[in-house]
């Protein structure tokens, strides 16, 4: 196994605090072109479910029966047992099972799989994280090799688990780390050790930060869905879940208190007024959630209809935000001075859709997988921003944290169409590529979605111009960011798993294409040279 280089955390965010706000309804925003105006196969798409219908789709797959009969297709062990995750279903009937797996009791990590059902019921397929037999022996395993619970506040004690992440499974303890990162961020280090040497064999962050340093910009007046009535609004929205923006007021821990207003008017516009903060968070957190409504018919980061928290003024001069899987909730520093809060409308979407990430595909937040996960909320972070309300502060791009200068002299923390013009991120896959910082090796699928979106070569959109090289210097012709993210998300959401690299999430984005427009389309043949014009082959 390749040895992990640490993680650095330096895919900053830092926002416009500059809102001012009125009224209790949101906005409304085209979603693009419908799968038959596109020629997209509208069966293959997600249906969109109800809570109660998720619920109901979920209980009877996770009944004994079904994950027996299940087990028995699959050929699972007699100490094997499945606990479902998550289930999507088609317009076309179809369902895709996505499984969590225990060996003897133990949660077997990179154990995961995806199982395929026509409309039928039948088998059609299945996606797993690892091919390998799982099951592992005892024998040898030495007291001497449990680790400690680490002292830091939030630490979690060791728990036997099964790691089948990398190469052949082991019988492991993984450990959680609590306390501070460096940065100031929770800390939740998910350390692997084998049970039976006690050595470390691979580590990954549980908390999604951004970290970085800019100026408060001013973004223009948004409307936002808000709750209570005359005398005392809250920043509540049962609307879209129950999600609520709330004050941590400079705190680093709990709920945080309730924004109270008496005219529905938020915000100044200013860093100094505590609810400008605020209006940013609420109005990132509504788009986001219309995104993924609205395009996939997914209600809610976890799908399952309830709202993601988002708490603002976290700690002192604090200079991040982040998703955090333990309170499903995103939170907000205020930057440098108290004076830059990070709250513009890419840094909700990247960082909750870390959350869509976590409860689908899973992927390992190191590695390839890592790499993946980051761009992931870099492709969505862009999606939304085609999705949401035009706004001509700050226009929908392939740029990442353009607004926050974060460089300090105006240039973007990231570039989709030529990843490597930051000075560190990758344009094409090789052999390194597991080795760098996962916010570096996002590159590779960044530019990919690019070449999807735009086609190689000079192109302009909203007045942002790009120039998108290939590393075989093939000419890519792109198909629309409608047609790419659908393709990303079914890929994400049914093909994916928690150690997917980059060659399975070529073989994953052909499969979604080959169902949403078929084998020999158009589409799918600029999903296959787009991997080739990136290095993935």
């Known amino acids: 196994m390749k040895s992990l280089t640490k993680q650095q955390r330096i895919s900053a965010f830092a926002a416009t605090a500059a809102l001012l706000v009125a009224g209790i309804t949101a906005g409304t925003a085209t979603a693009g072109s419908s799968a038959e105006d596109s020629g997209m196969r509208a069966g293959a798409t997600a249906m969109k479910l109800s809570a109660a219908q998720k619920t109901s789709l979920v209980k009877k ?20 047992e499945l606990r479902v995750k998550d289930v999507v279903k088609n317009k076309d009937g179809a369902t895709h099972v996505r499984y969590a797996r225990t060996f003897d009791g ?62 052949k499974p082991v019988l492991a303890w993984e450990t959680v780390e609590g306390g501070l990162q460096k940065s100031g961020a929770p800390n939740q280090l998910h350390v692997i050790t084998d049970a039976k040497t006690g050595k470390k064999i691979f580590e990954f962050q549980g908390i999604h930060e951004a970290d970085g340093t800019g100026a408060s910009m001013y973004s223009g007046e948004v409307k936002l869905t808000t709750g209570g009535s005359d005398g005392k609004f809250t920043l509540s929205d049962e609307t879209r879940g129950g999600s609520k923006t709330t004050n941590l007021e400079n705190g680093e821990s709990g709920d945080g208190k309730d924004f109270t207003d008496e005219d529905n008017k938020w915000g100044t516009g200013k860093p100094d007024d505590p609810q400008t903060a605020a209006v940013d968070a609420h109005y990132g957190a509504q788009q986001t959630w219309d995104f993924y409504k609205d395009v996939f018919k997914r209600e809610g980061i976890a799908g399952d209809g309830k709202g993601a928290p988002s708490r603002v003024h976290y700690g002192d001069n604090y200079v991040n935000a982040f998703w955090d899987d333990s309170c499903f909730c995103m939170t907000y520093g205020d930057g440098e001075g108290n004076k830059a809060p990070l709250t513009s409308l890419d840094v909700a979407a990247h960082e909750m859709s870390h959350g869509v990430t976590s409860t689908t595909a899973g992927l390992v937040y190191a590695g390839e997988s890592g790499g993946l996960n980051e761009a992931t909320s870099d492709i969505f972070a862009a ?41 560190n991120s990758l344009d094409e896959w090789s052999d390194q590529a597991g080795d760098v910082d996962v916010h570096y090796s996002s590159g590779i699928a960044n530019h990919w979605f690019f070449l999807m979106s735009m086609g190689s070569g000079k192109s302009e959109k909203n007045g942002v111009e790009y120039d998108s090289p290939t590393s075989d210097g093939s000419t890519i012709e792109g198909i629309g960011i409608t047609k790419a993210q659908e393709i990303w998300f079914k890929a994400l959401t049914e093909n994916m798993t928690e150690n997917t690299d980059y060659k399975a999430a070529r073989e994953a984005t052909v499969k979604a294409s080959n169902d949403l427009f078929g084998a020999d389309s158009a589409e799918t043949k600029a999903v296959e040279a787009a991997w080739t014009a990136v290095n993935v082959k």
């Open 61 to 80: 797959a996770d009944s004994a029966s079904a994950k027996a009969a299940d087990a028995k297709a699959l050929g699972l062990g007699s100490k094997e």
């Open 106 to 167: 133990m949660p077997v990590l990179g154990g995961d799989m995806v199982v395929h059902k026509a409309k039928s019921g039948k088998h059609t397929g299945v996606t797993k994280s690892t091919k390998a037999d799982i099951a592992v022996s005892t024998k040898g395993v030495k007291a001497s090799a449990k680790p400690a619970t680490p002292k830091a506040k939030g630490s979690k004690a060791p728990r036997q688990v099964v790691f089948a992440l990398t190469g």
């Open 383 to 423: 999606a939304t921003e085609f999705h949401a309300p035009e706004n001509q502060e700050d226009v929908a791009d392939f740029l990442v944290g353009e607004e926050i200068d974060i460089n300090g002299d105006g240039t973007p923390l990231r570039y989709m169409d030529k990843p490597s013009k930051d000075g």
